[in-house]
């Protein structure tokens, strides 16, 4: 059997896969996306692709505050990791990350999660992301495709995505569609969100707080305690790795294309106009299920970067 971080890094590389994902767009899900207690978001149910609304966004910031049904497994130094097992005998759970971000501001965090060619910068896992078109002013749909240690298959994942800002906060939410000129690759494994968002807020001129949430299918078969070691070392340790990079942006962003921000003014955007009717729900049960539980340890550094990667 392979080492267990490598197991745990295909889980966590989804997770922090971003669905920060590309950058300049997010969507969100139709009605009653919020699944308190486990129960699956009624976008993953629906057939007919919806852009959420106000009471998605506020239903999404419900509940990352909600603490029943979560299990705590991480703490420290302003930086909390909680999972919530959906069902014991897959890989299928979610996941709620909160960690303080000293001397970065809201507005900082959510360009550094919209901007596409920073995350090209800092995030090492990345094979390679787009944006395909978009669909309102706040709602786009984007593919990413990220690295798994060897001799597991690479991921990718089509998602629609939309953002709000809310005051001093902001969400960022999005969940798996399929599009007809995107279909799964070979030397992929076409993995699913079922919902995945942000949640920034806002502590004063130069903090805030950013939880992350996420109900995620990465396809396959993964052994249960991949869900453990993820939780507890590797979904933190990119936690900090997003904090760094949020603390090099300011200086990064001078240099580059200072004044593009889509995401802030939507009259910048050259991206094509896709339709609803285009888009339908990716439901996981419709993919092919690969078992990769049995494969043997390769010694490969796919995925393996450093937290200080240069990102200038």
Known sequence: MRDDAEQAAVLNAFFTSVFTDKGSSRTTAPRSTVCGGGEQPTMAKEQAVQVPDDRDFSGFRAECEAAAGWSLTYSRAGLAVWVQ???????????????????VAAETLYDVLHDIEYRKKWD??????????KLTVNADVGYYAWKCPKPLKNRDVITLRSWLPMGTDYIIMNYSVKHPKYPPRKDMVRAVSILTGYWIQGKGATNCALTYLAQVDPKGSLPKWVVNKSSQFLAPKAMKKMYKACLKYPDWKQKHNPHFKPWLFPEQSTLPAVALSELSIQHADSLEHIDESALSETKDDRGEASDEDSVN
Do not use: A, W, Y
């Open 124 to 133: 090492t896992n990345v094979i390679e992301t787009f944006d395909i078109g």
């Open 85 to 103: 097992l959906l069902e014991p005998d897959k890989s299928l759970h979610r996941i709620k990350c909160q960690m303080e971000c000293k001397d």
